[in-house]
């Protein structure tokens, strides 16, 4: 195979699978709807696969979707990695990171609102798990996180934020048979919860798939083949239903860390766009 994975094209089909879809991805990128959709297009005509495939009003990657989105994550971390060293005494480049869950739930809200308090900066985005990304602001490889976290969340958004049990429209849970579980694989915050919370109320388990991001775990719980531990704001992911029956998540919220040399106005204007999304 001859060509060149260009990195804006890389960019915007993370962008879609942490954001959900094209029209989100493209909110959360800046970008036409159009300009992700033709950047898609061209990362299959480069890999000569197709990647991303229509279900209903759904966006699902296809196998070598899935393959290309970890390798994906790859090259554009290097990429920033590398971009980072040359650009430490920037003051006008703002690099938020976000892990894919929060992502999903608040960047698309969220972004216009960076942009609008901080129309000086060129804002440019990190998504990856929710260890890389504490590790790189710990690092000061990024200015500002934001990420979901386990514990009681501040009281005025304790409503607003829910650790929930999913699972695709229709399933039943066995009424024999060890639970069927799908989660991410290792490391990630929400995979021990999800341990924790059946073993400690005595319900059996068994794991039945893991999945290496959010769109993995969601095609799996869609496909029927279990239930899946996640956080949500407001409304289910498309395509799955909640499953009450089983015992209750432990608290989560959304956090926002800053890099040690982030300054007081970037952080306030952050987590100020936080609140305003998750109020939204």
């Keep these: 195979m001859s060509g060149t994975l260009d990195i804006a094209p890389l960019r915007s089909l993370v962008a879609v699978a942490a954001a959900g879809g094209f029209r ?23 890999t000569g696969a197709p990647l991303v495939e229509r279900v209903g009003r759904r966006t699902r990657f296809t196998p070598d979707g899935e393959r290309l989105l970890v390798e994906a994550r790859r090259i554009l971390a290097a990429h920033d990695v590398a971009l980072a060293q040359f650009e430490t005494s920037r003051s006008d480049v703002l690099t938020i990171g976000a892990a894919q869950h929060a992502a999903e739930i608040l960047l698309p809200e969220m972004m216009p609102v960076v942009r609008e308090r ?86 059996r388990w068994r794991i039945v798939a893991e999945a290496g991001d959010l769109s993995g775990a969601q095609s799996a719980a869609r496909a029927g083949m279990g239930v899946l531990l996640l956080p949500t704001l407001g409304r289910p992911p498309e395509g799955l239903q909640a499953v009450a029956s089983l015992p209750e998540p432990p608290d989560v919220h959304m956090a926002v860390r800053t890099g040690p040399h982030t300054p007081k106005v970037v952080a306030d204007a952050v987590r100020g766009a936080v609140r305003r999304a998750m109020q939204g």
């Design 24 to 46: 989100r991805a493209a909110v959360t990128l800046h970008l036409t709807q159009s300009a992700v959709s033709q950047h898609v297009r061209r990362l299959e005509q480069t």
């Design 118 to 203: 901080l129309p000086e900066k060129e804002i440019r985005l990190r998504l990856d798990r929710t260890r890389t990304v504490q590790e790189m602001v710990e690092s000061g490889a990024i200015d500002v996180a934001v990420l979901t976290a386990l514990g009681a969340p501040p009281a005025a958004h304790r409503s607003r934020l829910h650790l929930r049990w999913y699972a695709a429209q229709g399933w039943e849970r066995p009424a024999q048979d060890p639970l069927p579980l799908v989660v991410f694989d290792a490391p990630c915050f929400m995979r021990q919860p999800s341990f924790d919370t059946l073993t400690d109320a005595g319900v």
